[in-house]
């Protein structure tokens, strides 16, 4: 069964960095790309960033410079460095597997339950 | 970028009943599109993908249908389950955007 768990949220000063991981079990975690969507509260879905298995890495325009998305396919993990965060970086953020092999679809098939993360002083 | 709309943006609706959810995109997205579902505190579940295809376990009940900018997710007798927020999300370039959800609550 597929299991992703995040981890390493929490209150943060504004222009302080954090580090999230997701660690993924039930399936070959190299094959796979996988996301990171967040969710201000109360509000939608907002996608971050991507990173195929092994190398082609996205992000939206808002995180570029600040944020850097890495993988560890020995570990089964992929993180999310975040750095100069912002009031509006505030959100649940969610680990998400791409449901495509060898390709990345940004279809997700399965989520995590997330982890928030409180940008203020 | 792509901006994804949905109508109505919420609707009180009874069990039994049958539901239609909108979605636009502001340009053509061939049938790259997907929708979710999300209960309060939870984690979004993927219910269609490519617009038209159910995810496995997902009820036959969940339907979308669409291509090109419009597109709909019907669900054809509502269940106690599905009183929910429903995301459409288009996979056709980057950044693959959100609409802003329809809240679908009990009448």
């Known amino acids: 069964e597929v299991h992703l768990v995040e981890s390493g949220g929490g209150l943060v000063n504004p222009g302080g960095s954090l580090r999230l991981s997701c660690t993924a079990s039930?399936?070959?975690?190299?094959?796979?790309?996988m996301h990171w969507v967040r969710q201000a509260p109360g509000k939608g879905l907002e996608w971050v960033a991507s990173?195929?298995?092994?190398?082609?890495?996205y992000y939206v325009d808002s995180v570029k410079g600040r944020f850097t998305i890495y993988r560890d396919n020995d570990k089964n993990s992929l993180f999310l460095q975040m750095n100069s965060l912002r009031a509006e970086d505030t959100a649940v953020y969610y680990c998400?597997?791409?449901?495509?092999?060898?390709?990345?679809?940004?279809?997700?098939?399965?989520w995590g339950q997330g982890t928030m993360v409180t940008v203020s002083s | 970028d792509i901006q994804m709309t949905q109508s109505p943006s919420s609707l009180s609706t009874s069990v039994g009943d049958r539901v239609t959810i909108t979605c636009r995109a502001s340009?053509?997205?061939?049938?790259?599109l997907n929708w979710f579902q999300q209960s309060p505190g939870k984690a979004p579940k993927l219910l269609i993908y490519?617009?038209?295809t159910l995810q496995s376990g997902v009820p036959s009940r969940f339907s979308g249908s669409g291509s090109g900018t419009d597109f709909t997710l019907t669900i054809s007798s509502l269940q106690p389950e599905d009183f929910a927020t429903y995301y459409c999300?288009?996979?056709?370039?980057?950044?693959?955007?959100f609409g802003p959800g329809t809240k679908v609550e009990i009448k």
């Open positions: 998400a597997r791409d449901m495509a092999t060898t390709v990345t679809t940004f279809r997700s098939d399965y």
């Open positions: 039930g399936f070959t975690f190299s094959f796979y790309s």
């Open positions: 990173m195929s298995g092994h190398s082609y890495i």
């Open positions: 340009q053509s997205i061939s049938t790259d």
């Open positions: 490519a617009a038209s």
């Open positions: 999300q288009q996979s056709y370039t980057t950044p693959p955007t």
